[in-house]
């Protein structure tokens, strides 16, 4: 009885120590938060670029709260605060902006929740670049302030008759207060340690509305406005590594 007790002592003393070992090399990193710095691009009627209008980017702060829920995958609450605006007053070509010379500015409240995709399964690593991919859906606080008044009606003649029945149209419809966004976009960011990183990211924000700007019948009904933002920041990693403080175990 003796000799088969002590093979499965020992056996179970082992299973205990290498458990114990492993738990204690754990990394607790749980939460990361956040603060961004950049601008938002208005994608619209009054900009003739796809791209949007950089020459009335306006700046942007957001805050950014994380779960990490794998070494792949976390899950992110994000609010941010900005401004739109867009003017066809700055483009000389197509010559018929300046001449139409609507423009709009709103400032924006954004609240969504994203899916953090980490590229490289880096969430628990302590040091290192890891470059991420991101979706999710959210709402943003809008108050429209549009202004046609420097429209040129000789300009358009014979159509500025049309024009005016979309200003009729557009002014009866009114103006969003509240719009569902789609944010997604990519970004890489760097840690020096355990807690401290910075972040850099590009966010390209689909709505459901072309109201964003304020026109739509009597600019280009067809499509739908957008936005994007650019931003740069700093985060702070949550939790420790080894938070049982485990002795070492030496074999």
């Known amino acids: 009885m003796n000799g088969s007790f ?34 938002l ?42 401004k739109l605006k867009g003017d066809d007053a700055i483009y000389d070509n197509p010559e018929f902006r300046k001449q139409r010379n609507f423009n709009f500015t709103s400032p924006v409240t954004e609240l969504s929740g994203q899916l953090v995709w980490n590229l490289t399964g880096s969430n628990y690593k302590d040091k290192g670049f890891s470059p991420y991919l991101f979706a999710g859906a959210g709402l ?71 109201y964003l700007d304020g026109f739509s019948e009597a600019a280009n009904p067809a499509k739908k406005d957008k936005y994007m933002g650019y931003t740069v920041g700093i985060i702070y990693r949550a939790g420790k590594k080894d938070m049982l403080k485990c002795p070492k175990v030496k074999y």
């Open 140 to 210: 943003s606080l809008i108050k429209v302030r549009r202004d046609w008044s420097g429209l040129n009606t000789e300009y358009f003649q014979p159509a500025a008759s049309e024009i005016w029945t979309g200003l009729a149209a557009d002014s009866a419809h009114g103006t969003p207060r509240m719009i569902p966004v789609i944010p997604m976009g990519g970004g890489v960011r760097y840690f020096f340690g355990r807690n401290w990183g910075v972040n850099a990211e590009a966010t390209y924000r689909m709505t459901t509305t072309d």
């Open 41 to 82: 691009v208005y994608q619209g009627d009054l900009t003739p670029r796809r791209i949007g209008s950089f020459e009335t980017q306006k700046f942007t702060l957001g805050l950014h709260a994380s779960k990490i829920i794998s070494p792949v995958l976390s899950v992110r609450a994000q609010l941010a605060f900005g």
């Open 6 to 39: 002590k093979p499965t002592a020992l056996l179970l003393l082992l299973f205990v120590l290498v458990t114990k070992k492993g738990s204690c090399q754990t990394n607790f990193h749980q939460y990361e938060f956040g603060i961004n710095l950049g601008m």
